[in-house]
């Protein structure tokens, strides 16, 4: 009867939060097969250790940060292929909303991490302030401080200056 109950409330968090730890993957990754594979070994680690979780309002919380530490475990041996190309012989296509995708992609990479995981957090994934300070380990002021510098560094780019801008400590 308890791991009926236990599975029971495993299912209905799997039902709840699939499609945020989703949308965060893809962001993480930008690959929609690996970023199902990422959900998918999320909620197998949970299962496997769903005894030892020890607030269940917290569960959100604690399904991110899964996610977040089986993305870092894909890079941890991953050896890239590099080739070089000529700028000159890449076929770019010139769709004009895939060239505004690019370049606000662009925009939100150059952000220091610090700034870019806060913001993209609170934006694609809907998570308050709290919830944030929470899942990144510091306070909600030092959010909110990276949210602010995150916008205006956005809007600094652009309006014509550098994404950059707002890499101090907070």
């Known amino acids: 009867m308890i ?11 799997v039902r709840a939060y699939s499609a945020d730890l989703y949308r965060y993957a893809y962001w993480l990754c930008r ?3 690996r970023a199902e594979d990422l959900v998918q070994e999320t909620f197998t680690r949970a299962w496997n250790s769903w005894e030892s ?17 089986e993305h870092a475990r894909l890079y941890e041996r991953k050896q ?13 296509a010139a769709d004009h909303d895939a060239v505004e995708l ?3 992609e662009n925009l939100l990479e ?3 991490l610090t700034l870019r995981e806060p913001f993209v957090m609170q934006a694609l994934g809907g998570y308050s302030c709290a919830e944030i300070a929470e899942q990144l380990d510091t306070t909600e002021g030092a959010v909110m401080t990276r949210l602010t510098r995150a916008r205006q560094a956005l809007r600094g780019a652009l309006s014509g200056g550098s994404a950059k801008a707002g890499k101090g400590k907070s």
């Open 80 to 92: 890239f292929d590099y080739v070089d190309t000529e700028l000159e012989d890449l076929q770019i």
């Open 31 to 33: 690959d929609r097969f």
């Open 53 to 69: 979780l020890k607030d269940v309002e917290a569960v959100k919380s604690w399904l991110i940060t899964i996610l977040r530490r």
């Open 110 to 112: 150059e952000l220091p």
């Open 102 to 104: 690019y370049q606000l």
């Open 3 to 13: 791991f009926n109950l236990a599975q029971r409330r495993f299912e209905q968090t």
